[in-house]
């Protein structure tokens, strides 16, 4: 839901709604305190499973760290979050660390099976495990900070959650608040560094579309945090995706041990043209702006036809004779064509009428259903807006 999220989040600039903003700050917070994050290794896991959002399906993606750093980053600044801010920076970091690939690029995500076939093992925390790693009173703090002690609630033992603050308890265990904060930070590391030989195998697959989306999110960290690397790893990523992906003519879907492999969909056109123009909007490289505008031109040419009923998210459909759709929801990436017609629309001149085509196209379906088309509604929304 990372893509209705964003979107209702800047519709707050232009509606303001109390309630709205409430349910989402309380829905942010839930994200990032219980079972959808890893709170000592960083980073997000795809989903959880149950209601309650405690127990997630425990793979970890690149474009899950992509939009949600964003995300992050966005709710900061509107709800003036400091603890959001942190968080975001925080994904980010885990990405450089854990997800870096070759040549620049970034590899497509962790397994959510570990090294002994078990689900989500590097993560779980059994009491022998515990025990072997933290004295009595690190456990007990460990318990009340994380839930890591009574009944566990998975067959695999303690997911670390985000339960109490430390500066809460902290006088109940004789510690002052600074202490409890290094004392916190020293159990991580050494939570950290017992969990690494169980360490989840990694998809070494390099994709075009994510690490599109990763760009992007890095062009975000890197105006929200000059002093950070961000921007530096941005200028590797978009090299990397430019040699290895772009061929001047096609784009290829990935590379894995330095093949490149699979001609690109929708998704991969649109999320690195998109990409391509947040960077040359940080870094000021026309050519950047240059070759955004030939991947989108080639995406319209290539997946949209209007009289033969809209688009299509591949060259050659896996199912033959699959029909065009007129429009393209969102899904756990935002919707290709609305980023296609967002972009042409910022691009101007006939990419922009092909956009406003688009946009005629599906508006019907859009308006009946604008939950599942939350980032093509953010277009229509500003379809009159002056351009």
């Known amino acids: 839901m990372a893509p209705q999220l964003g979107v209702l989040i800047r519709l707050l600039a232009s509606e303001p709604d109390p309630d709205l903003a409430a349910l989402l700050e309380l829905t942010l917070e839930q994200m990032a305190g219980l079972g959808l994050r890893d709170h000592i290794g960083g980073g997000f896991f795809r989903y959880t499973i149950d209601p309650g959002w405690r127990v997630p399906h425990f793979e ?18 509107r709800f003036r979050r400091e603890d959001f801010r942190r968080l975001a920076a925080e994904t980010l970091d885990f990405t450089l660390r854990e997800f870096a690939g070759r040549g620049g690029g970034f590899i497509s995500s962790l397994s959510a099976i570990d090294a002994e076939g078990g689900e ?7 009491e022998e495990q515990l025990g072997a790693l933290l004295a009595a009173p690190e456990r007990d703090f460990a318990r009340r900070r ?26 109940a265990l004789g510690l002052s608040a600074e202490e409890a904060a290094e004392l916190e930070q020293r159990l991580k590391r050494r939570l950290l560094e017992g969990r690494r030989p169980r360490a ?13 989306l990763h760009l992007s999110a890095l062009v975000a960290g890197a105006r ?12 590797r990523l978009r090299d990397y995706l430019v040699r290895e992906h772009w061929d001047g003519e096609r784009l290829h879907r990935a590379v894995s041990r330095g093949r490149s492999l699979g001609r690109a969909g929708l998704e991969d056109y649109a999320y690195l043209a998109r990409a391509l123009y947040d960077w040359a909007e940080l870094s000021g490289r026309q050519e950047d702006r ?23 998210e591949a060259e050659r459909p896996l199912v033959p004779g699959m029909g065009r759709q007129g429009v393209l929801r969102d899904a756990p990436m935002p919707s290709p064509a609305a980023v296609l017609i967002g972009l042409s629309r910022e691009l101007g001149g006939e990419l922009a009428r092909y956009a406003d085509r688009a946009l005629a196209l599906g508006q019907a379906e859009v308006l009946s259903q604008p939950l599942w088309y939350a980032s093509h509604a953010e277009v229509l929304l500003g379809a009159d807006a002056p351009r």
């Open 290 to 312: 240059v070759l955004a505008r030939r991947l989108a031109q080639r995406a319209w040419a290539l997946f949209f036809d209007a009289r033969a009923g809209g688009w299509r």
């Open 146 to 171: 994380w839930g890591l002690g009574g009944d566990a609630p998975l067959d695999g033992g303690y997911l670390p959650l985000d339960l109490e603050s430390a500066g809460v308890f902290a006088p």
């Open 60 to 77: 970890k993606m690149l474009y899950s760290q992509a939009l949600l750093s964003r995300l992050y980053l966005e709710a900061a600044g």
């Open 200 to 212: 989840h195998p990694r998809d070494e697959k390099q994709l075009a579309a994510w690490n599109a």
């Open 120 to 126: 989500g093992g590097g993560y779980l925390w059994r």
């Open 224 to 235: 929200a945090f000059p002093s950070a690397p961000y921007r530096t790893v941005a200028a």
